[in-house]
Nanobody, 115 residues
Framework: QVQLVESGGGLVQPGGSLRLSCAASGFSFSNYFMNWYRQAPGKERELVAQISRLGTSTNYADSVKGRFTISRDKTKNTVDLQMNSLKPEDTAVYYC????????WGKGTLVTVSS
Protein backbone atom coordinates (compact mmCIF):
# COMPACT_ATOMS: atom_id res chain seq x y z
CA GLN A 1 0.00 0.00 0.00
CA VAL A 2 1.04 3.58 -0.59
CA GLN A 3 2.78 5.18 2.36
CA LEU A 4 4.09 8.71 2.70
CA VAL A 5 5.97 9.69 5.84
CA GLU A 6 7.02 13.29 6.40
CA SER A 7 9.77 14.49 8.71
CA GLY A 8 11.79 17.59 9.46
CA GLY A 9 9.24 20.02 10.82
CA GLY A 10 9.77 22.13 13.90
CA LEU A 11 10.03 25.61 15.35
CA VAL A 12 12.20 28.13 13.53
CA GLN A 13 12.69 31.87 13.79
CA PRO A 14 11.68 34.20 10.94
CA GLY A 15 14.38 34.23 8.30
CA GLY A 16 15.51 30.73 9.20
CA SER A 17 15.54 27.52 7.21
CA LEU A 18 14.12 24.02 7.45
CA ARG A 19 14.33 20.97 5.25
CA LEU A 20 11.35 18.64 5.07
CA SER A 21 11.62 15.12 3.77
CA CYS A 22 9.01 12.62 2.61
CA ALA A 23 9.76 8.90 2.43
CA ALA A 24 7.54 7.18 -0.14
CA SER A 25 6.78 3.49 -0.56
CA GLY A 26 4.21 1.15 -2.05
CA PHE A 27 4.21 2.53 -5.60
CA SER A 28 6.57 3.11 -8.51
CA PHE A 29 8.07 6.33 -7.26
CA SER A 30 9.64 7.48 -10.53
CA ASN A 31 6.33 7.18 -12.39
CA TYR A 32 4.51 9.94 -10.54
CA PHE A 33 4.60 13.64 -9.88
CA MET A 34 5.12 14.40 -6.20
CA ASN A 35 3.63 17.33 -4.29
CA TRP A 36 3.98 19.24 -1.07
CA TYR A 37 0.86 20.89 0.32
CA ARG A 38 0.33 22.89 3.48
CA GLN A 39 -2.61 23.82 5.66
CA ALA A 40 -2.50 26.75 8.02
CA PRO A 41 -4.95 27.05 10.94
CA GLY A 42 -8.37 28.07 9.68
CA LYS A 43 -7.34 27.91 6.04
CA GLU A 44 -7.76 25.47 3.20
CA ARG A 45 -5.01 23.11 2.17
CA GLU A 46 -2.92 24.63 -0.62
CA LEU A 47 -0.36 23.29 -3.08
CA VAL A 48 3.11 24.59 -2.24
CA ALA A 49 5.37 22.78 -4.70
CA GLN A 50 5.28 20.06 -7.33
CA ILE A 51 8.02 18.07 -9.03
CA SER A 52 7.78 16.00 -12.19
CA ARG A 53 8.50 12.28 -12.51
CA LEU A 54 12.16 12.70 -13.34
CA GLY A 55 12.66 15.90 -11.38
CA THR A 56 13.23 17.97 -14.50
CA SER A 57 10.28 20.29 -13.94
CA THR A 58 9.05 22.06 -10.80
CA ASN A 59 6.20 24.40 -9.94
CA TYR A 60 5.70 26.60 -6.90
CA ALA A 61 3.00 28.66 -5.29
CA ASP A 62 3.66 32.36 -5.82
CA SER A 63 3.99 32.84 -2.08
CA VAL A 64 7.06 30.57 -1.87
CA LYS A 65 8.82 31.17 -5.20
CA GLY A 66 12.48 31.98 -4.73
CA ARG A 67 12.45 30.71 -1.13
CA PHE A 68 11.45 27.02 -1.36
CA THR A 69 13.03 24.29 -3.46
CA ILE A 70 11.53 20.86 -4.09
CA SER A 71 13.74 17.93 -5.06
CA ARG A 72 13.52 14.15 -5.33
CA ASP A 73 15.89 11.22 -5.03
CA LYS A 74 14.86 8.13 -6.99
CA THR A 75 17.50 6.00 -5.25
CA LYS A 76 15.97 6.69 -1.84
CA ASN A 77 12.34 7.25 -2.90
CA THR A 78 12.31 10.58 -1.12
CA VAL A 79 11.07 14.04 -1.97
CA ASP A 80 12.42 17.01 -0.03
CA LEU A 81 11.34 20.59 0.47
CA GLN A 82 14.10 23.04 1.32
CA MET A 83 12.55 26.12 2.91
CA ASN A 84 14.61 29.28 3.28
CA SER A 85 13.82 32.81 4.45
CA LEU A 86 10.87 31.48 6.39
CA LYS A 87 8.08 33.85 7.37
CA PRO A 88 5.44 33.60 10.10
CA GLU A 89 2.84 33.09 7.35
CA ASP A 90 4.62 29.86 6.38
CA THR A 91 3.40 28.35 9.65
CA ALA A 92 1.32 25.31 8.75
CA VAL A 93 1.14 21.54 8.68
CA TYR A 94 3.01 20.37 5.59
CA TYR A 95 1.81 17.28 3.75
CA CYS A 96 3.42 15.07 1.15
CA UNK A 97 1.04 13.99 -1.62
CA UNK A 98 0.89 11.71 -4.62
CA UNK A 99 -1.95 10.89 -6.98
CA UNK A 100 -1.79 7.35 -8.32
CA UNK A 101 -5.23 5.72 -8.47
CA UNK A 102 -6.38 8.37 -5.98
CA UNK A 103 -4.89 11.00 -3.74
CA UNK A 104 -2.62 9.73 -1.00
CA TRP A 105 -1.45 11.88 1.92
CA GLY A 106 1.06 11.61 4.68
CA LYS A 107 0.13 12.50 8.25
CA GLY A 108 1.90 15.83 7.94
CA THR A 109 4.66 17.65 9.79
CA LEU A 110 4.16 20.90 11.67
CA VAL A 111 6.27 23.93 10.77
CA THR A 112 6.06 26.89 13.14
CA VAL A 113 7.80 30.13 12.25
CA SER A 114 7.92 32.40 15.26
CA SER A 115 10.29 34.50 17.29
Amino acid sequence: QVQLVESGGGLVQPGGSLRLSCAASGFSFSNYFMNWYRQAPGKERELVAQISRLGTSTNYADSVKGRFTISRDKTKNTVDLQMNSLKPEDTAVYYCNVFTDRNYWGKGTLVTVSS
